[in-house]
């Protein structure tokens, strides 16, 4: 069995959500021990809320107890943010899932949390209006689980991530209490709490309304496939494309093995025996597209594009991108379990990191696919693995790393659009000093002195942090499977 | 034969990428990871490594499933998901966690009426004489007096009112002959949607087809293998394979979604019975659904014109667990006169699920309500589906509505088109039905 939490805790929530929604089976509490990543832990607790005030009830109960809690959407999040790894209570936000209002006047929509992003854009479509962020997981991630992480997707390329669409939002604080933060209009002076809370993945507490800007969708649309035979012309034509000033809605890259996991799974019609492919949309006003995608096409073709097609229709378009989109799941053709990571380069660096992304699979016996957002540097290489073979876990970890260090060493981060969680926690003295870091403790201690907010996430567990990273070796194989 | 731990390998393909959550009706409905594919599959990881017991966490939250298998259809990674749940629900059922009453009814259904045609019979004898009666009224104001599950099984009971009887073992085509079918009739079906029996048959021989409809045949297993009991469904499958094989036609035919995706997995079904591996294999790959059949006829046969707004709902079994879903689309536009609209959401489960009904009512009706509310927004003159199940719960979602839309088969709308004479709208059909004569 495994730990419960105090009997009056249990009954104290289920006094403010109703019994039908507390779960504390050890069958629930394993059904909410994952996310898409790695690393598991098991809740004490799970309650799953339907209001906003419920959300505060069940927080001003854990925290009178100081039992932490992690607030959870869909669970499709890939570092970890979600997963209680100091078990106590997983507050599931699912059931929050109306969209509150819709002001088309005005651009903007607030929702609860638990609204699936996708949902949102369809909701204002037909008015020609849409909800910009689109990570991979859009039919399923939630808005509140994209302001945690501040996620981003495909065509952040050229409208920015989720901290760039929010203008506010309502907050349960660690210790119960509702806050309001931002606003509907121009930005309201003081302090940027929007910009704060956005990105810090649940540490400061749990947003219970969300403030979407929604923007006008693009007149036009036109999405390309360029194949290449070799990765390097792939990736000199991204850096062709950006260098030229033409900025794409979107600028993907794939590989050759997920081209072929990709084209097994939904069949969107990539070239099975391409290097490298890159998936190019622009958008726009009618006007200027055809010059744009000319400019596109001979820079593509200029590179040594073995082809390079235009999507002739709506339904072609949806067919390229659903290929890019299942990627995630296709890759599970290829090898039972993935590594996913989220590392950025400088643009003018994704060769030299493909290179040593390469370099380090033949190094540790390893098979790692590439699919990513290449237009802003953001990598998604994807490190196979059988987890039965605790050797090869291990390795799978040791070349996580080394990914991530090249991408620190020349001068990109960590994390894209993932987040931090429990993941990446212990290497954020790679890229911030001590100083930085005590700042950031500082103002999540202002917040949440009793420290019961998604504890042990984002930032380094030790004191001198930037010396604690994972020495080789010793990764956490258990926890990490 | 039971279960083994390879039968939850297709487990370990989930990567837990949450891509199947927003298909699953239950997820929807109640949005508790345990009401999620990626949920079950993980329970039944925990099942298979034996790290979680049977008991009733696990029956709770698996019986749950509707089985529709959308999760499998937007899988990106190919988790057989009805097939998994198929052994978990056989090992819950052999460590007897299901509850007592849930059990004992589907005891009662699976093993005492569905396989036993004679039983099944008398069965729907007495309905039809309690429907017809004026017992049923007497029943259904003294069940007001006391509402619970029985007054709500009352309510859900399917129409007994028209008695079916059997086709003859062999029926020519209508014209020159094209190729021979085998038809299996179900084991519900003759007794409460006999008019889609008829039509099947009428249709596919106005298509050139010689139909054979053996006499031994038995209910497919559909209900017993999505309950768990696997060895009475493949004692049921045994006795189909050894039925159609020997009418060596060139194609078995049903036009029960349900059945026909039963009978698709014959070869999975049997796969380790020596004997019957690769007879059952080889039935298998005869077996088509009735729209798959006809799509393929070249040219297709002449039709009178249908006046009518209709709507298509797709049957999960064929939808996603055959993949047929152009063809029935297909030959429907192919009405002349006939306008087929589209719902928001064809791929929504309408809460059937078999007996699903009966053991989950309140889910059942819930996902219903959502379906009913898509369907009727389209204001159509009639709902077309292509199962049997799908068929009654669509009936009872159209008297919850208050609503008076008809629901068929689609089988029926083209055995009226091409018996003619051209039915010239939704009065007419409102007066007439789609059936007219009897034509066998």
């Excluded at chain 1, 005030?53 to 932490?68: K, L, Q, S």
């Excluded at chain 1, 947003?207 to 999405?223: F, H, M, P």
């Excluded at chain 1, 025996?273 to 958008?283: H, M, T």
């Excluded at chain 2, 039935?283 to 799509?295: G, I, K, P």
Aim: net charge negative; with cysteine; charged share 25%.
């Amino acid at each position: 069995m495994s730990p419960t939490v105090d009997p009056a805790v249990r009954s104290e929530i289920a006094g403010v959500v109703g019994a039908r929604y507390v779960f504390d089976r050890d069958e629930e509490k394993r059904a909410y021990s994952y996310d898409a990543s790695l690393i598991r832990a098991r809740p004490d607790l799970v309650c799953v809320p339907g209001s906003a005030e419920e959300v505060a009830a069940v927080v001003r109960v854990a925290h009178r107890h100081r039992v932490p809690f992690v607030a959870r959407g869909a669970g499709t999040g890939i570092a970890g943010g979600s997963i209680p790894i100091e078990g106590g209570i997983v507050i599931a936000l699912t059931r929050l899932n109306r969209i509150l209002e819709v002001n088309i006047p005005d651009r903007y929509a607030v929702v609860e949390p638990g609204v699936v992003n996708l949902d949102l854009t369809r909701r204002v479509e037909n008015e020609g209006y849409c909800y910009r962020p689109d990570p991979s997981s859009q039919k399923v991630c939630t808005i509140g689980g994209n302001v945690a992480s501040n996620a981003g997707g495909p065509h952040c390329l050229a409208y920015g991530v989720t901290s760039n669409h929010i203008l506010g939002m309502e907050v349960v604080l660690p210790d119960g209490s509702i806050t309001e933060i931002g606003a509907p209009h121009l930005e309201p002076g003081g302090y940027d709490l929007t910009g704060l809370f956005t990105g810090s993945e649940g540490t400061l507490g749990i947003a219970t309304k969300i403030i979407c800007r929604l923007s006008r969708s693009s007149e036009a649309v036109r999405t390309m496939l360029a194949s290449y035979d070799r990765m390097e012309d792939a990736a000199a034509a991204v850096e062709a494309i950006i260098a030229a000033g033409v900025i794409p809605a979107a600028l993907e890259m794939m590989d050759r093995e997920i081209i072929r996991a990709v084209e097994a799974a939904v069949g969107a019609g990539y070239p099975v025996d391409a290097e490298a492919v890159l998936l190019i949309e622009i958008e726009g006003p009618r006007d200027g597209l055809n010059e744009s995608s000319d400019v596109i096409k001979s820079l593509c073709l200029d590179q040594g594009a073995r082809e390079f097609r235009t999507a002739q229709s709506e339904e072609e378009r949806q067919k390229l991108w659903k290929g890019r989109k299942g990627a995630l799941g296709a890759v599970a053709r290829i090898k039972p379990m993935y590594y996913l990571h989220d590392g950025v380069v400088p643009r003018t660096r994704l060769l030299w990191v493909m290179k040593k992304i390469a370099a380090t699979a033949a190094q540790h016996r390893l098979t790692i696919v590439n699919v990513f957002h290449a237009g802003d540097g953001n990598l998604h290489p994807f490190i196979l693995f059988d987890p039965a073979d605790a050797d090869e876990v291990r390795r799978v970890h040791l070349a996580g790393e080394e990914i991530l260090r090249a991408c620190v060493e020349c001068g990109g981060t960590l994390s894209g659009e993932h987040g931090i969680g429990i993941e990446k926690n212990e290497m954020m003295g790679w890229i911030f000093s001590e100083q930085d870091l005590e700042t950031m403790r500082r103002v999540r201690s202002a917040i949440d002195p009793a420290g019961v907010a998604n504890p042990k996430k984002v930032l380094p567990s030790g004191a001198r942090c930037g010396e604690l990273s994972r020495s080789p070796g010793s990764a956490p194989a258990g926890a990490w499977i | 034969m039971t279960v083994e731990p390879s039968d939850f390998s297709a487990a370990k393909d989930c990567v837990s990428c949450g891509l199947c959550l927003p298909h699953c009706p239950t997820y929807r409905e109640y949005p508790v990871e345990m009401a999620s594919p990626r949920g079950r599959i993980e329970l039944m990881k925990g099942l298979a490594e034996g790290e979680l017991q049977p008991g009733p966490a696990l029956e709770e939250h698996l019986s749950l499933c509707l089985g529709c298998r959308a999760c499998e259809t937007a899988c990106p990674s190919d988790v057989r998901f009805g097939h998994l749940l198929e052994n978990a629900r056989a090992v819950l059922k052999d460590a007897g966690a299901s509850g007592w009453t849930s059990s004992a009814l589907r005891r009662l259904f699976l093993n005492q009426v569905f396989p036993r045609p004679a039983v099944l019979s008398a069965l729907a004898s007495s309905l039809r004489f309690y429907q017809t009666s004026m017992l049923r009224r007497w029943v259904q104001s003294l069940l007001r007096l006391m509402p619970g599950p029985v007054e709500r099984l009352e309510a859900l009971m399917p129409d007994f009112t028209a008695p079916w009887s059997a086709p003859p073992p062999e029926l020519p085509a209508h014209g020159p002959e094209r190729g021979v079918a085998a038809f299996l009739t179900g084991c519900v079906m003759p007794h409460c949607t006999g008019e889609a029996n008829d039509a099947t048959l009428e249709v596919l021989r106005h298509h050139g087809y010689r139909v054979l409809t053996p006499k031994d045949q038995r209910c497919c297993g559909a209900l017993h293998l999505h309950s768990g009991y696997q060895e009475e469904a493949r004692q049921l499958a045994r006795a189909n394979v050894s039925a159609f094989e020997a009418t060596g036609a060139d194609v078995v035919v049903t036009s029960s979604a349900g059945c026909g995706a039963a009978l698709k997995e014959y070869g999975d079904l049997l796969s380790r019975d020596p004997e019957w591996a690769e007879r059952s294999r080889a039935v298998e790959s005869r077996v088509r659904d009735v729209h798959q059949v006809l799509a393929e006829t070249d040219p297709p046969p002449p039709m009178g014109r249908i006046a009518l707004r209709a709507v298509y709902d797709d049957p999960c079994h064929l939808l996603h667990g055959q993949g047929v879903s152009l063809e029935p689309r297909q030959l429907l536009r192919a009405v002349p006169g006939l306008e087929l609209v589209e719902a928001k959401e064809p791929d929504w489960c309408c809460g059937s699920a078999g007996i699903y009904t009966v053991t989950h009512t309140e889910m059942s009706l819930r996902v219903l309500d959502r379906k009913m509310e898509d369907l009727l927004s389209l204001e159509p003159d009639i709902i077309l589906t292509a199962n049997p199940g799908c068929l009654l719960q669509l009936r009872l979602g159209v008297a919850r509505s208050g609503s008076d839309v008809p629901v068929h088969h689609v089988m029926e709308l083209l055995a009226r088109a091409s018996r003619g004479p051209d039915l010239t709208g939704p009065d007419e059909l409102r007066r007439h039905g789609l059936t007219g004569e009897r034509t066998r």
